[in-house]
Nanobody
Framework: QVQLVESGGGLVQPGGSLSLSCAAS????????MSWYRQAPGKRRELVAA????????RYADNAKGRFTISRDNAKNTVYLQMNSLKPEDTAVYYC????????????????WGQGTQVTVSS
């Protein structure tokens, strides 16, 4: 069965840091495009960061660029999000997303979501 399990969320003061992890299983992790999304109360879910299957290219939301870093370790089937200089507006549930973008794959278009981990930035 496919599983994406996020961890590392918690309460942190403004200016602090958190490291999120997403452990994947049940699919070929190294062939999937991985992303972190977040959703705050009353807000739409938004893309925070994304990374290609080989880890050679990344993309960030404007309000995350320079503060957040996405990375992956395909040998460990894990994607990470290092968050520094956190702000109260970063408070949200953070979700891990996997998507198969290989057009030749039998699993093309497959998309999976984790359950989310709460990040609260408050003094």
């Amino acid at each position: 069965q496919v599983q994406l399990v996020e961890s590392g969320g918690g309460l942190v003061q403004p200016g602090g840091s958190l490291s999120l992890s997403c452990a994947a299983s049940g699919f070929t992790f190294s062939t999937y495009y991985m992303s972190w999304y977040r959703q705050a109360p009353g807000k739409r879910r938004e893309l925070v960061a994304a990374i290609t299957s080989g880890g050679d290219s990344t993309r960030y939301a404007d309000n995350a660029k320079g503060r957040f870093t996405i990375s992956r370790d395909n040998a460990k089937n894990t994607v990470y999000l290092q968050m520094n200089s956190l702000k109260p507006e970063d408070t949200a549930v953070y979700y891990c997303n996997a998507e198969n973008l290989q057009a030749y794959s039998a699993n093309y278009g497959a998309e999976y979501w984790g359950q989310g981990t709460q990040v609260t930035v408050s003094s």
